[in-house]
C-alpha cells in the first residue's frame, strides 16, 4: 500500500525557519518523481518544489533561494528545508509522488499524496 506522511509543520515567526519531512512507505523516492505542494484557506492548492529521479530540482519563483528540496534515499523520506519564512508561505503543505517529473506542478497528475501538515507564519 502507498502511502505518504508528512510532519516537521508548527507555528514560527516571519523570518524563521521550519523544516518539513514526508516518510514513504510502499514506495520508493528514488525512482519517483516527488514534489511539496501547498494550500492557503480559500486558495487553490499551488506546487512549491519538486525532485526528480536523477535528484534535479525544481522551485516555484514564490519559494526560490529559501526552500530546498531533498530527498534521503537511505530512509525513504523527502524533506523540505524552508529558511526565511513570510505570512504568505501560511498553507497546508503536502507531499506527492508520481512517476515522472515532466508536468511540472500540474497536481492533478500527481497520484500519491499525504494528509498534509500546517505552516503557519506569524509576523
Known amino acids: 500500500q502507498f502511502q505518504l506522511v508528512e510532519s516537521g509543520g508548527g507555528s514560527v515567526q516571519a523570518g524563521g525557519s521550519l523544516r518539513l519531512s514526508c516518510a514513504a512507505t510502499?514506495?520508493?523516492?528514488?525512482?519517483?518523481?516527488m514534489a511539496w505542494f501547498r494550500q492557503a484557506p480559500g486558495k487553490e492548492r499551488e506546487g512549491v518544489a519538486r525532485?526528480?529521479?536523477?535528484?534535479?530540482?525544481t522551485y516555484a519563483e514564490y519559494v526560490k533561494g529559501r526552500f530546498t528540496i531533498s530527498k534521503d534515499n537511505a530512509q525513504n523520506t523527502l524533506d523540505l528545508q524552508m529558511n526565511s519564512l513570510k505570512s504568505e508561505d501560511t498553507a497546508a503543505y503536502y507531499c506527492?509522488?508520481?512517476?515522472?517529473?515532466?508536468?511540472?506542478?500540474?497536481?492533478?497528475?500527481?497520484?500519491?499524496w499525504g494528509q498534509g501538515t500546517q505552516v503557519t507564519v506569524s509576523s
Open positions: 506527492a509522488a508520481r512517476y515522472r517529473c515532466d508536468v511540472g506542478f500540474l497536481s492533478s497528475s500527481f497520484g500519491v
Open positions: 525532485i526528480d529521479r536523477d535528484g534535479t530540482t
Open positions: 510502499g514506495y520508493l523516492v528514488s525512482r519517483n518523481c
